[in-house]
């Protein structure tokens, strides 16, 4: 059971580069998430899925997109990238949503990315 | 609406303890707790979910307190891998479940 799995670990794009962060998740949840943190500001979320084909937009969504075609995975692409995309991205997953005690996010390791 | 954590860092001697704050504006449904080490993902600690209860984990405990819209998460007898920075995440009416969360306190544990 590897939980939630992030690729890649670390990436240096170029302004106007585009690229696709993945994510995986093997716990069967139907809840998915992206988040950005930034040093001192937190996690901020930036699009959010309660299952396959369904997403909605976070907080900060600008310059990204997402595309949930199954359960399992919940890629984030990056399109046009820019310096304030600069930023350490979680994918996280949950098992159910809302004041629930089953609704704890599970993490992946993050995604360094640095652009240039 | 961001949750304000206070205080934003504290720095501690083993076996002391710790107290540290999440304040909301909102009327919350839920408070999380997560726990985040230097270069590693967060990782959750406790939900308190609206009702006022008090959950514990070993010697980390928290409580939430409706009429203040106020979560305080108590860490006694600290060890040293207490230390990193701890996150409260908030859920409220208007949020669409998603949580919204604070931006972090730093506790360090010095031998």
């Known amino acids: 059971n590897a939980g939630v799995t992030q690729t890649p670990k670390f990436r240096i794009l170029k302004i106007g580069q585009s690229m696709t962060l993945q994510c995986t998740q093997d716990?069967?949840?139907?809840?998915m998430y992206w988040y950005r943190q930034d040093p001192g500001m937190g996690l901020k979320l930036i699009y959010y899925?309660?299952?396959?084909?369904?997403?909605d937009k976070g907080e900060v969504p600008n310059g990204y997109n997402v595309s949930r075609s199954t359960t399992e995975d919940f890629p984030l692409r990056l399109e046009l990238a820019a310096p304030s995309q600069t930023s350490v991205y979680f994918c996280?997953?949950?098992?159910?949503?809302?004041?629930?005690?089953?609704?704890?996010?599970?993490f992946g390791p993050g995604t360094r990315l640095t652009v240039l | 609406q961001q949750p304000v954590q206070s205080p934003q860092a504290v720095i501690l001697r083993e076996g002391e303890d710790a107290v540290i704050n999440c304040s909301s504006s909102k009327a919350l449904y839920s408070v999380h707790w997560y726990r985040q080490k230097h270069g590693e993902a967060p990782v959750f600690l406790m939900i308190?979910?609206?009702?006022?209860e008090q959950k514990g984990h070993e010697k980390i405990s928290a409580s939430f307190n409706e009429k203040k819209q106020q979560s305080s998460l108590y860490l006694t007898a600290s060890q040293l891998s207490y230390s990193g920075t701890y996150f409260c995440g908030t859920e409220w009416a208007g949020s669409n479940y998603k949580l919204t969360f604070g931006k972090g306190t730093l506790l360090t544990v010095n031998p």
């Open positions: 899925s309660v299952g396959a084909g369904i997403t």
């Open positions: 308190l979910l609206k009702g006022g």
């Open positions: 716990m069967n949840h139907n809840y």
């Open positions: 996280a997953s949950s098992y159910s949503i809302g004041a629930s005690s089953y609704n704890e996010q599970f």
